[in-house]
């Protein structure tokens, strides 16, 4: 009876846990990012690699840092960055979220709308269908199936490892390439591995991965196994890159050049048969929902700690309104945009990028001070091996991030 | 509502960067910060500090200020002692600024944008006194421009967004530290007085760390009854970081089932220190409901909730009954009728009572029909004898037919909210 009560406690706390860090990393392969991996994987085939592994480094350091900040606090990224920071640096950073968001949140329903063209729906139906889903979901449903719903999400992305085996890629090849780092002085290669490392973190997951360790109560004492769950979920979304570089390396070895979609790569998919070009669309299509449900959400969410207005999925309208008004207000926005005729959809992937790419280096320094403050962190600020990593990791990606935003500008 | 002089306010936000000036009138430095000492008085400006040129901050207390104005602090003496910090102050900006708190008035957590203060005479000087705390957009506004347009021009731009402000009695400040708690004379005498369901909401709205601070300066009544009304597992977190004695004070408060059930949820080692903790009387009670698993009769019941009488007892015993139970009268509304034995006999609804003659018996008042459910039965028998039977209250009988206990409809409310 007491072993089973233990064991029954101990499997009950894992699945207490799980959720947050895995859908994080797994949203990371928004429609942007799948773009970056496809256009990698098109161009330069399996070169690119082996960029990979330190991209999972930094994704599990910045994220680890998060979640054990928000475990040990109980607050989010944005509520410390309020309690720290004060109310003018609070402001200007959510304004500047906001923005980025909402690009983020039109280049996500841009790959709603380019995926199920592949499928011949025109896009005024899936754009308008799709915000309509991505709105009852969240404010009909309540956050705990809304998570279940997230996790299932998470699942779909199975798709790209089926597409990548269709593809018929030379194994070992792309074996040797993810450990044997390349270097060619080559402009276009250049910009593409900035573009690799600058996709894998973006600013708002980090709102997302903290908010949502809140809404789950997960305390010190539960943090051994979320950190697990963190680490579980980016090497699973390195995986999931691995799979969308292979595919597309597979479907371009004869012939490589830049693609200008990542519905053009599924395109090039069919040679292979008929479902590796579904499924790579499918992947798509289905990261590309998972992303507009939850960019909106956050976003709303975390401005609203930030800025002192009530929040949360399981408030009323009357009680939560302007949560609810900037939840739909992005959503509308960013499937008008879509729909307006010749957008220019790709460069719209591309400008939202560049600005996660701007943001990124004030949301890190902000994270890497907040956890070395020992009067909030105690005994759980950064060691000082862990700082050196973080630190390097958070100069690569500023430096990064900047040269990417600095490239595509030129 | 009394109209106040808006010459006679001041804003934290302009306090902050107000010049200090000499008898002499000279400028001596800005306000970096102000200061409350709650052990002296709740609403007075104790200490303000100054900052001058380098890094020394300055420290003046309330009676060495002259006069106070929007444009700039008149001192009355040069006495100017170097700021050691003091744990019994509360620092306004550090400590509220940007901070939550409770308003006890509006039940809900939340987060303080600016803080307004009233200029009082006291004889020849003037002393700054706390008068509301800002939560608003408003505040909100004076922050973003604080220090960037002059205060005057803030003023006259703020006036078409609507205020909304605490006042400060009704401020609870939430410090996760006992004995700075202590230090600034932190209570939550007014929180005892809010409905504990909205106490519960303000609880889970809160940091961990400030729901223990909180749960552990309320009464223990009103604890346990918050703690009740929590879901199950902000309600575990809570009561695995109290302290054993501490947690076993509040369990002993709450209804035995509800304690049942959030010790059930525990680890084993932790529960029985709990359990340990407590009197002997409600542990005994207690410990008998773990036995049962949660989603039976027995695990639903609470085994004091009730009043049983003997079969042949009439009216009038049973209204001195309840003159002996009056802490049940709130949700009571079915007696019953035990025989020797203290095995169930009859049910009779409460309002009966009322119609009835003192004299008459009892049993005469009965339900044609006695429900009850052994203590093993399923959850979900026990549900469907509520939905289809309306009842509001069901006998839970154990091995030998005695009365153990009743399951009364919030219970079942609670188990369907649960699923």
Redesign the interface.
Known sequence: MTILRRLRRQIAIFFAVIGPGFITAMVDNDAGGIYTYSQAGARWGYLPLWTLLPIMLVLVVTQEMGARMSAVTGKGLSDLIREEFGFRTTFFVMLALLGVNLANVMANFAGIATSLELFGVPRWVSVPLGAAAVWLLVVKGTYRVVEKIFLLACGFYVAYVAAGILARPDWAEAAFSSVRPRLILDDAYVAMLIGMVGTSVAPWMQFYLQAAVVEKGIDEKQYRESRVEVVVGCVVMTLIAFFIVVACAGAYRHHPRDISSAAEAALALRPFGRWASLLFSAGLFNASLFAACILPLSTAYSVCEGLGFESGVNKRFAEAPVFYWLYTSLIVAGAAVVLIPSFPLVRLILVSQILNGCLLPVILIFMLLLANRRDLLGQWTNSRLYNAVAWTAAAVMISLSLSLAGLSVV | MPVIDLERLLYLTELRGLPVISPHGERIGRVVEAALAPTEHTRRVARYLVGGRGRTRFSIRHDQVRSISIAGILLADELLVPYHHDESLLLLCKDL???QIIDANGRKV??V?DMTLSIEKAGEREELWALEVD?GVRG?FR??F?GVAPPPLIRRFQEPIKPNSIPWEYCNLIEPDPLRRLKLRISYDRLNQIHPADLADIVED?????REALIESLDEEVAAETLTEVEP??QL?IL?SLDADKAADILEEMAPDEAADALGEM??EASQEILDDMERAPAAEIGELLEYEKDTAGGMMNPRGFVALHQNATVRDAIEALRGNEELLESLNTLFLVDEENRLAKAVPLARLFVAPDAAPLAGLALAELLWVPVDADGDRVIELFDKYNVLTLAVVDEEEKLAGVITADDVISVLRGR
């Open positions: 600024l940007d901070q939340v987060r944008t939560v909100a922050r973003l604080e809160l940091p961990p760390a400030e597992k902000i977190d695995e680890a084993e």
